[in-house]
């Protein structure tokens, strides 16, 4: 693909410019596996095809500069309108530390712009806060995720005109938790996560906002010098998707999997996931359980080369 090519050329030349320090350069893919019975348009399968870096411009520095570029493409054809698209996200960060306080913020941009509609596109104006204290040798807190302002453009969301508008949306992950760490060198994470999304200008039955908090569990081993495995799950407790007509349904969402990290050389590492994810479905009128089943496996393979 003429995207991969131009994302991983970008991506070698950093590294191989006297210039910059690189750390790492990332190429790898994604498999979406979905189902929803019953659900036409929902069913199917998508893949991402991706490459990343992240570099130094001062070698030894705090201050890194980091990005991604993928590609979404639906395996159906009746799915490719409405779900192909180019990510491309770009991000600066810098560390402070101030005793056992760790204040290591980053900030950018991930934009989206779709095959289909050459005037739809979306833009997420990130921050993450990057914040850990070390309570202890073997106990941290950390507060992480991201907020996001989101200037889009898309259809009139009336319905009234076929026009585009200009619309902006916000959108937060945020994530406050104590990892711990474990005699034998294994650790566990404990986390309470809120995903806050708020859409401008919804009208009837477009969704207006969703509210979920959850709490997530990871725990980590290096069972061997070269292959390190993080078991994850994650627990909603709520997930309130609110209408604009003031109909609120608590749909929630599961998911269990695990991160793995293979360290080939000095050089050279292999990283993969896979999780498996469950959803409630209600019937947006009544509440009633929807008849049909929202699952997907999602799984991904990414090739790292240090620098």
Known sequence: MKFTKLAMGIALAMAASTSFAANYIDVGVEENEITMDDAPGQNGDFYQTY??????PIEGSPFHIMGT??????????????????????YVGYKW???NLTFAPMAGIRHHTYDHEAKRRDTEVRFFPGLNYKVSDTTDIFFGGYTSLIPTRNVDRSGETSDYKEYTDYKHELEVGVKQKLSWGDYF??????ELDTFEDRIGAGKTEMDQWMIRLAYGSQVTDALFLEGI???????DNEYADGIVRDEKRNRYGVNFNYKLDQDWNIHGMAYYQTEDNKDRLT????????????????VRRSF
């Open 189 to 194: 994470k404990v986390g309470v996560f809120n």
């Open 233 to 239: 799950a994650r627990f909603d407790v709520q997930r």
């Open 51 to 56: 490459v990343g870096f992240n570099f130094e």
């Open 97 to 99: 530390n101030f005793g």
């Open 69 to 90: 570029m993928s590609n979404l493409q639906a395996d159906a054809s009746k799915n490719r309108e409405g779900w192909n698209r180019l990510r491309r996200q770009l």
């Open 287 to 302: 509440g009633a359980d929807a008849q049909y089943t929202n699952e997907k496996f999602v799984y991904s393979l990414m």
